[in-house]
């Protein structure tokens, strides 16, 4: 399985940005998948999860500013985040299993929020 997040970038605080994870080498559709972020000198936290049937669940830090969504015919899952702040500063992961648990991660994307 491999797990391929892109879409990270730079961005000032309010801005919006679309992470995405393309997934391939097992049936997409039978998996959850999930984003989770890691500050410098911090535990990874998880962000948002969707499950295989389409159940979302949201932190409490990012309900109300971040959508997770797939898109099976695509076995991409996206993340996206709207008023951005600069504690939402991390490199972020997409993972797939069944959230909270994961079989898979990808390599993370690097997401900064300028002040």
């Known amino acids: 399985v491999q797990l391929q997040a892109s879409g990270g970038g730079l961005v000032q605080a309010g801005g919006s940005l679309r992470l995405s994870c393309a997934a391939s080498?097992?049936?997409?559709?039978?998996?959850?998948m999930g984003w989770s972020r890691q500050a410098p000198g911090k535990e990874r936290e998880s962000v948002a999860t969707i499950s295989w049937s389409g159940n979302t669940y949201y932190s409490e830090s990012v309900k109300g500013r971040f959508t997770i969504s797939r898109d099976n015919a695509k076995n991409t899952v996206y993340l996206q985040m709207n008023s951005l702040k600069p504690e939402d500063t991390a490199v972020y992961y997409c993972?797939?299993?069944?959230?909270?648990?994961?079989?898979?991660w990808g390599q993370g994307t690097l997401v900064t929020v300028s002040s």
């Open positions: 993972g797939q299993g069944n959230p909270p648990h994961y079989d898979y």
């Open positions: 080498g097992r049936l997409f559709g039978s998996y959850g």
